[in-house]
């Protein structure tokens, strides 16, 4: 993102009462160990390296939906 980071997105719309529980997953060109911990810390629901190609782009997209399909979400 060209103006803040993605850690520093995820502390504003944490700071909103009604997005609290949005799910957030990062996608991410770090596979750096504190990214991960940290984007877990500020509470991302998921965190996933960037692929190299489309169709990875694809293949992501369809596990996190298949994940989240599946998956209780409180109301």
């Known amino acids: 993102m060209p103006r803040m ?3 520093e997105f995820l502390r504003e719309l944490r700071k909103t009462a ?5 799910p957030v997953v ?4 770090s596979t750096n160990n ?7 810390a ?3 629901a998921g965190y996933f390296e960037k692929p ?3 169709a ?4 992501i997209l369809k596990n996190i939906v298949e ?3 599946q998956s209780e979400l409180p109301l």
């Open 34 to 40: 504190r990214d991960v911990e940290e984007s877990y």
């Open 5 to 7: 980071s993605g850690h």
């Open 56 to 59: 990875g782009y694809g293949d």
């Open 67 to 69: 994940y989240w399909s």
């Open 26 to 29: 990062i996608l991410s060109s």
């Open 18 to 22: 009604a997005a609290v529980q949005v």
């Open 42 to 44: 500020l509470g991302a």
């Open 52 to 54: 190299r190609s489309a």
